[in-house]
């Protein structure tokens, strides 16, 4: 079903929207005139000029979302809910289990707790992981993972991801109110990101170009996998709050592969510098797959979505930002 416009602006809030995805979300909506943004931060410091300059359309909330009085204003006015605060770290290294996963987990779960006896509609987006909840045993044939496969999280991030979709799945089953798309999001690009972050390899290789630095390639210089614009991913996200019908799951990529090698010949090919670059190998587990494609048809189909940006023109442009 799709959601009709009105004159009426729709509320959209966002948990967590200091972060990447959060960031480039925001100013997208911006350049929109049909929604009324509630964002969270941590504390004020994080609010950035585009929020504040916009206070007609951005209502900040500012606290921790552990809190329940935090949680209940995000979601007091909303009528959509992007729900992006997690801060668990794919890559654990030598830290625990319980350490990557357990803060993130703590506020989603206030959230579950006041959903269930909300009053009123609400549609949530959920951005979980496509390239972390599949089995990679269905990987050796090539074949793009489809959202009916089985999952089987080879890392506590996955585990955590396929989780909450679980408890979304069961929150929609309890309160009909409260509908809820899942976005199985493959790995976004554009902006570049710290040096010192686990997660985002463009973004990363990105910053360490910039500042004459050799990428590291954690595991194998051929690992494929699936990369989207942050730009179509936005774009994503928005077709996504315009279909609500119960409870769905949509792969969001590109629905192409591309190995960390050729990642690296295309910024070699539009910098003009020859990239330096090291492979490393794991000292502990390797929670990251040699090969992850995502199929896309559902979200093309269904949401009437598709990137546009295919990887080549995608670096292109972020060349101009190094």
């Not at 009426?8 to 959060?22: F, P």
């Not at 390639?217 to 279909?243: M, P, V």
Request: glycine share 6%.
């Amino acid at each position: 079903m799709i959601v009709k416009n009105t004159n009426e602006k729709l509320s959209i809030a966002i948990s967590g929207a200091g972060g990447y995805i959060g960031t480039s979300l925001i100013n997208y909506f911006l350049t929109k005139t049909d929604y009324a943004l509630i964002l969270n931060y941590q504390d004020t410091q994080s609010v950035p000029q585009s929020v504040l300059y916009n206070e007609v359309r951005c209502k900040v909330i500012i606290g921790d979302l552990r809190n329940k009085n935090t949680c209940s204003n995000l979601l007091k006015d909303a009528g959509v809910l992007i729900h992006l605060a997690q801060k668990v770290n794919p890559k654990i290294n030598n830290g625990s289990w319980q350490d990557a996963c357990k803060n993130s987990c703590d506020s989603t779960f206030v959230l579950l707790d006041l959903l269930r006896k909300r009053k009123k509609p609400l549609h949530i987006l959920y951005p979980s992981s496509g390239g972390t909840v599949y089995s990679y045993k269905n990987s050796e044939d090539k074949t793009p993972f489809k959202e009916d496969l089985v999952t089987m999280p080879i890392s506590p991030y996955g585990i955590q991801k396929i989780m909450f979709e679980n408890h979304f799945s069961l929150l929609n089953s309890i309160n009909p109110d409260i509908s809820v798309n899942i976005l199985r999001i493959s790995n976004p690009y554009g902006t570049a990101l710290p040096m010192e972050r686990a997660q985002g390899f463009i973004g990363i290789a990105m910053s360490k170009i910039k500042n004459n630095e050799v990428i590291e390639i954690w595991g194998d210089i051929n690992s494929t996998r699936d990369y989207i614009h942050q730009d179509d991913l936005n774009e994503a996200f928005e077709a996504a709050i315009k279909y609500k019908n119960g409870f769905q799951i949509f792969n969001i990529g590109s629905g192409d592969g591309t190995s960390l090698k050729q990642i690296i010949d295309l910024f070699s090919l539009y910098s003009g510098k020859n990239i330096a670059s090291k492979v490393i190998k794991p000292q502990s587990e390797n929670y990251f797959p040699n090969w992850n494609v995502l199929d896309i048809s559902k979200a093309k189909t269904v949401l009437n979505w598709q990137p546009i940006i295919n990887i080549e023109e995608g670096i292109k442009n972020v060349v101009k930002e190094i």
